[in-house]
């Protein structure tokens, strides 16, 4: 006769997901890399937890944290595990959060690191809304921070100090591309006792992985490449345990991920390598072509900022990414004219997605910039940025190229 005890599911939650053999790669990681079919009544594709709540019985309050049942959906989730998992593993860090928004995990993770009296070291460039919280809410808390020209930070080990407790970098930045050497960096922090926050948004885990390169912490918005379909805003930071363990560990921060968005995420990180294969190829083959076209004054794209900064992307990356910006001949009036000529790309905020997207970083991510900060960042008034998807290279090219010979002076 069967034991009615021995068919009832293992008591607390099943934090171990199903090891795969050392030897898999990365793609076959995102198909099978978070399973526990004994938990989940044999189902392939995990299933939604869509509650705020668990049953919590009084006498398993008290057992260790790894029987200890989930409590309460803005801490944990099952639904939650599965992605923060994947991307744990893709980045080769020890643990992650999820958080509701990149600007949530990067606020969280900034907020509880630092007190006051402590500095922060931020590149000049870095993502707006990173930008608004250092130079806007920090020094309300007395933190200082001090923007990093690019020039400067060539040089991380000159202006990274003694009295730096964060660093906070993303390469390529946006929306110009810059390339910086994030070892140089990571050994710059490590010598000055700082904690190297950069911001892997833009190279996707794909391309570029900086916990190896010795940064201490890595910040996604997962909303972009992450998900990859443009349908949900999430936010993750991977790391060593011993940091993550303090990154809004009371949940007070309150930017919890909905069950339901946690399981978009997992299905989107099933196809990361397949999109950004196809996204790396696109942005490479668009910049080339229209790298001499007469109505451009620039291409931005990840290494052409001269022989030096190539050599770091070749070095600290795998693909260079599916991103690009492109500075107008005339201005305002060109960019405005080359958008209304695009009939594929999407004039939209964002990027990573499926579908390729164009912006005027000037009206859209860096909008709360004046214009002399915009001008001091290099962003000029005809910089558009685009977002290469993963439709027919061959098609995006023919729309891109198509767009720019309607301007003025092509
Ligand atoms: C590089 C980078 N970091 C962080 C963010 C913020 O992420 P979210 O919009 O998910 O809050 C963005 C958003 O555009 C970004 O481009």
Do not use: C
């Amino acid at each position: 006769m069967t034991d009615p005890e021995a068919s009832k599911p293992p008591p607390g939650r099943p934090h171990r997901f199903e090891p795969l053999p050392e030897w898999v790669g990365v793609s076959t990681r995102l198909v099978h890399g978070a399973r526990r079919p004994e938990y989940n009544a044999g189902a392939v594709v995990p299933p939604i937890y869509q509650t705020s709540t668990f049953h919590w019985p009084p006498e398993r309050s008290e057992s260790s944290d790894r029987a200890r049942p989930y409590l309460y959906t803005r801490l944990e989730n099952p639904s939650l595990e599965v992605p923060t998992e994947l991307i744990r593993g893709l980045e080769g860090a020890e643990s992650g959060r999820l958080f509701g928004s990149g600007m949530g995990a990067i606020t969280a993770t900034v907020l509880s690191l630092l007190r006051s009296g402590d500095e922060v070291v931020a590149l000049a460039g870095l993502y707006g809304g990173t930008t608004d919280l250092l130079t806007d809410l920090l020094p309300r808390y007395g933190v200082r921070v001090r923007e990093i020209s690019v020039a400067d930070a060539r040089a991380p080990e000159s202006v990274v100090g003694e009295r730096t407790r964060l660093a906070i970098v993303e390469s390529p930045t946006n929306p110009l591309l810059t390339v910086h050497d994030l070892a140089r960096w990571g050994q710059a922090t490590d010598r000055a006792g700082a904690i190297l926050l950069v911001d892997n948004t833009f190279a996707t885990p794909i391309n570029q992985n900086p916990l190896a390169l010795g940064a201490d912490l890595v910040v996604h918005s997962a909303t972009k490449y992450l998900g990859g379909h443009s349908d949900l805003v999430a936010g993750v930071v991977v790391g060593p345990e011993r940091l993550i363990s303090r990154i809004d560990s009371k949940g007070y921060f309150g930017a919890a991920v909905d069950p339901f968005v946690g399981f978009l995420l997992a299905r989107g990180l099933r196809t990361l390598s397949l999109r950004v294969a196809r996204q790396n190829e696109n942005a490479r083959a668009v910049a080339e072509a229209i790298r001499e076209h007469s109505a451009v004054t620039r291409v931005h794209y990840p290494g052409w900022g001269g022989p030096e900064e190539e050599a770091i992307a070749a070095r600290q990356m795998r693909g260079r990414g599916g991103m690009l910006s492109v500075s107008l001949r005339g201005g305002v009036e060109a960019a405005e004219r080359f958008l209304s000529r695009l009939r594929l790309v999407h004039i939209a905020a964002s990027l990573g997605g499926v579908e390729s997207l164009a912006s005027v970083p000037r009206l859209t991510s860096h909008r709360h910039l004046s214009a002399a900060e915009l001008a001091a960042r290099g962003i000029d008034e005809g910089l558009v940025r685009l977002s290469l998807g993963i439709e027919e290279t061959a098609d995006l090219v023919r729309d891109v190229t198509e767009a720019l010979d309607a301007l003025p002076g092509s």
